[in-house]
């Protein structure tokens, strides 16, 4: 069973080297592995959203982060952007299961932590 991550386990930085309008690339630090988001970003602050298309997700194996700590990325962002909802929508793929596909979009919101010090 793969470790399951919290929000404060992941740092996020952008890779200027990487990216080159309009893609830009998104480096996050997880235990044992560093991941690259290389996506369209386009954020809406006013309505509380982003949206990735054409994503392609890089540095782990196949399955290897699993579902769970994808959401838990999803609400670092969120939260980090104080944003309501991520829409993720996967770039051709290329390589693995069904090449030439492009996988289903993933939607994520916002969930409300607890608050520690209440």
């Known amino acids: 069973m793969r470790p399951r991550w919290t929000v404060e386990d992941l740092s996020f930085e952008m890779d200027d080297d990487q990216s080159s309008d309009p893609i830009a690339t998104l480096v996050i630090q ?42 838990t990325i999803a609400q670092a962002v969120l939260e980090g952007m104080d944003l309501d909802e ?15 596909h492009i996988p289903r979009p993933f939607r994520f919101t916002r969930q409300i932590r607890p608050d520690p010090d209440a």
């Open 30 to 71: 997880a235990p044992g592995v560093v991941l690259m988001v290389m996506a369209e970003f386009s954020v809406d602050r006013s309505q509380g959203f982003m949206k990735l298309v054409r994503t392609h997700i890089h540095g782990a194996t196949a399955n290897g982060v699993g579902f769970a700590n994808l959401k």
């Open 86 to 100: 991520i829409i993720i929508e996967g770039g051709i793929r290329t390589t693995g299961a069904c090449p030439g």
